[in-house]
């Protein structure tokens, strides 16, 4: 199935039609969520291939076999995609499934059940950066044009999978009104993967001895994960995504904004995020506090 050309657009919002159809985007709506499951959501770019790997080298005690083995679209399917429906029925419970939907098209199904939902958001600087990159690669997304005309659309909310703001607000409103879910940002697990590990390990009910800890810290780095062909997207074929175009994984560090947006670019942003985050408590980190890279 390419479809590289097609774009889906289901309950106003667009999505690539290499990966999704009508059926299995409302498919996903539908779907019977285990007490067991681990669903990991986020927007695109957002850090979602670094979770799906902590939560399989917390599954495995930092053992890597799996995670060295198994491509993650496969470890941690994305419930939306079209090829989803056959594969989650070969998952063994505890399922970890992923999606990039908004929590207005998951939460009532969520509600009826004790699925863990692991939320990770990123600053959406660095978001939007890593998004444009993504354009340049993925022969089903639309070609993104310029920084500033992507800039522009990613800001209206008219980029494919919707609008930045609505996502991590409408999950992010719902923390602290139910124990099963969880919010880690990139920026944590960029600056403290340690601390990071430990805090999903334990909000998963699953604990590791320190060695353990180092195992998942050890493989589950940006630059190991950048050599691992399971992690790296390396697999796609190049009809899919030209790899000659850049890299999946590009550099993954916190603050890499500042290296392409303009005084104007940042201005206009912060003007527009004051505006549509207003009333979120959450907040962002833009770079970090030690220039020096840790990963």
């Known amino acids: 199935m390419s479809r590289l050309e097609v774009t889906e657009m289901f309950q106003g919002i667009k999505y690539p039609g290499h990966l999704h159809t ?36 917390i599954s495995n005690k930092g053992e890597p076999h799996v995670s060295q083995t198994v491509p993650n679209w496969a470890l941690a399917p994305w419930l939306e995609h079209h090829y989803a429906d056959q594969l989650i029925q070969t998952l063994k419970p505890p399922r970890v499934l992923t999606t990039h939907l908004p929590h207005h098209m998951l939460g009532h199904a969520l509600r009826t059940s004790k699925a863990k939902v692991i939320y990770v958001s990123r600053n959406p600087k660095d978001t939007a950066v890593s998004f444009y990159h993504f354009h340049k690669l993925a022969n089903f997304l639309p070609d993104a044009g310029s920084l500033q ?48 590990i430990k805090k999903v390990s334990t909000f998963l009910q699953r604990p590791l001895a320190e060695d353990e800890v180092l195992s998942c810290v050890r493989h589950c780095s940006f630059s190991s994960m950048k050599e691992n062909k399971m ?8 009809e899919i995504m030209d790899h000659s175009k850049g890299a999946f994984m590009r550099r993954g560090k916190v603050g ?26 959450v907040e962002f980190v833009w770079e970090e506090a030690d220039p020096k890279e840790r990963l």
Not at 24 to 44: E, H, K, M, N
Not at 257 to 280: A, I, P, R, S, Y
């Open 22 to 57: 009508q059926e299995s985007l409302q498919r996903a709506l539908t779907l019977p969520f285990q007490d067991t499951d681990i669903l990991i959501v986020s927007y695109p770019k957002s850090g979602t291939t670094w979770m799906q790997q902590i939560v399989t080298l």
């Open 149 to 196: 005309e992507f800039l522009d659309q990613f800001l209206e909310g008219t980029v494919h999978f919707g609008s930045w703001f609505d996502h991590v607000k409408g999950w992010t409103s719902e923390l602290g009104k139910t124990p099963n879910l969880l919010h880690v940002t990139y920026e944590e697990m960029s600056m403290d993967l340690h601390g990071a």
């Open 231 to 238: 992690s790296n997207y390396t697999l796609v074929p190049g």
């Open 256 to 281: 890499d904004w500042k290296n392409f947006f303009t005084q104007d670019h940042n201005q206009h942003f912060d003007e527009v995020l004051q505006e549509k985050m207003h009333g979120c408590s």
